[in-house]
């Protein structure tokens, strides 16, 4: 009986959107609002390796090796870090799924926890361009600068410098690469009553309540 209560209750959010879109502002905006988990694929990546499980160290000599992370592995670490208590009455997911495969092992993760709610924030092209160009970092701890973060970094106070490898050249590349490798995870979501693109060449607080929005239509589709 708590199982299926949990499992009504539960709020399972992916974030989709391109380099440069505020997809993990926002993200870290809603789990925080939500009471929820951010769970970042960079982040658990991270954790893993530091951690030194059989998957870290896998993930580890693929990365060191000058690789992307496969499938397999990617899986493997989500499904662990979903499995904690805090992700049990849900989680919003940034940087997971990046293929269908993925997608399709996400569906089997959920299934019986709820719905998955996917929210893809969209903005053009040339609007990103000229956001990733002009983004900035965290010299010491490497953090993406929120919108709000004027002065130092908002979670460790460290300097904000722009990030080298964001020339516009470089920057227009990583999108094509991104819609190239995207369309077929939008496409696999897009029928889907719990699906829903967001603008977001908006501000930041405009494309927050979009968020909220979009999460009451969404989840209410899936009851």
């Known amino acids: 009986m708590t199982a299926t209560r949990d499992a009504m209750n539960a709020l399972n959010v992916v974030m989709l959107g391109p380099p440069g879109a505020g997809k993990g502002t926002q993200a870290e905006r809603l789990a925080r609002t939500r009471g929820l988990p951010k769970i970042s694929t960079g982040d658990i990546l991270r954790e893993a390796v530091q951690s030194g499980t059989e998957l870290g160290c896998v993930a580890k000599a693929t990365m060191e090796a000058g690789n992307l992370v496969g499938d397999d592995v990617m899986i493997g ?3 662990e870090r979903l499995d904690r208590d805090d992700a049990r009455l849900g989680f919003v997911l940034d ?3 990046r293929t269908v495969i993925q997608a399709a092992a996400l569906d089997r993760m959920v299934d019986g926890r709820g719905p998955l709610v996917v929210l893809d924030v969209v903005v053009p092209e040339d609007i990103l361009v000229r956001r990733l160009a002009t983004r900035r970092i965290c010299r ?3 953090a993406n600068a929120a919108p709000e973060w004027t002065d130092a970094c908002g979670k460790c106070g460290g300097s904000l410098v722009t990030r080298v490898d964001d020339g516009v050249d470089i920057v227009r590349e990583r999108l094509k690469v991104y819609l190239r490798q995207s369309k077929p995870l939008v496409d696999y979501y897009s029928a889907r009553a719990t ?5 977001g060449n908006r501000p ?3 494309v927050t309540e ?3 929005a979009a999460l009451e239509s969404a989840s209410g589709a899936a009851l």
């Open 77 to 79: 670490i989500v499904q």
């Open 95 to 97: 940087g997971f799924p």
């Open 140 to 142: 010491k701890c490497g």
């Open 195 to 199: 699906f829903r693109a967001i603008d």
């Open 204 to 206: 930041p607080d405009v």
């Open 210 to 212: 979009a968020v909220d």
